[in-house]
Structure formats: C-alpha cells, structure tokens
C-alpha cells in the first residue's frame, strides 16, 4: 500500500506540473475515486489499530490486577503489532490529508482553464 501511495501521489504531482491541455473534470474525477479508496483503507487501518490498542491496554491491565507474567508475552506481542499499525495509519492519514490539498490545486488549475476558455469566447 506504501508503494501505491507513494507513486500515485508523485503521478498527481506531475501531473500538476505539467503544461498544456488537459481534461481537469476528468482528472479530478479520477482522484476523487483514488481519494474515496484511500479514505476506507485509512478507515480500516484505523478500526484495526483501535481494536489493537485496546487489547493492549486491557492486556496491561490485566497483568497489573493479576500479577501473572504469563501475560507478559501476550503484550509484547501486541506491541510489536501495534508499532507498525502506527506508522501504516500515520502514513495513510497524512497521504490522505495531501490527496486533499492535490485536489484543491486540480481544481484551481480547472478553474484557471475554465477562466482563460470564457475569456475567449
């Protein structure tokens, strides 16, 4: 998933770069779609990490109240997935949060076109 963000990220960046004609209605309409798939994947992550966190906080209470280090291993375990599951959501958040900001500038380059377009005729 780190892949794909990453190159499609740079993909609109160039895109936006670019000079010359360009179909924005489509273009926007193609990242609002990459924009709604990241926007589950990040829902998913987020559900998964909070679901993660509480078993290890419940995990640690438990540990506290019974005194078993049996429990031990258990938390580890869940702090070793919840590290990365972290970093994957922060990743996906601040890469969504850009789509955003990549959006409004799809936008103002539409609407620059649209502008120059209505001042020709």
């Not at 419940?58 to 590290?83: G, N, Q, R, T």
């Not at 890469?95 to 020709?120: C, H, I, P, W």
């Amino acid at each position: 998933m780190k892949k794909r963000i990453k190159a499609y990220t740079a993909y609109i960046d160039e895109l936006l770069k670019s000079e010359g004609d360009r179909d924005w209605d489509l273009e926007i309409e193609k990242h609002l779609d990459q924009i709604g798939f990241f926007m589950h994947e990040r829902l998913v992550h987020l559900l998964v990490f909070i679901l993660v966190a509480i078993c290890t906080v419940i995990s640690i209470l438990a540990l506290v109240v019974s005194e078993k280090i049996v429990i031990l291993p258990l938390i580890v375990m869940l702090f070793v997935l919840l590290v990365p599951y972290c970093m994957h959501y922060y990743l996906l958040e601040n890469s969504v949060q850009y789509m955003y900001r990549q959006y409004d500038e799809m936008r103002k380059k539409k609407e620059g076109v649209d502008k120059a377009f209505s001042e020709k005729l």
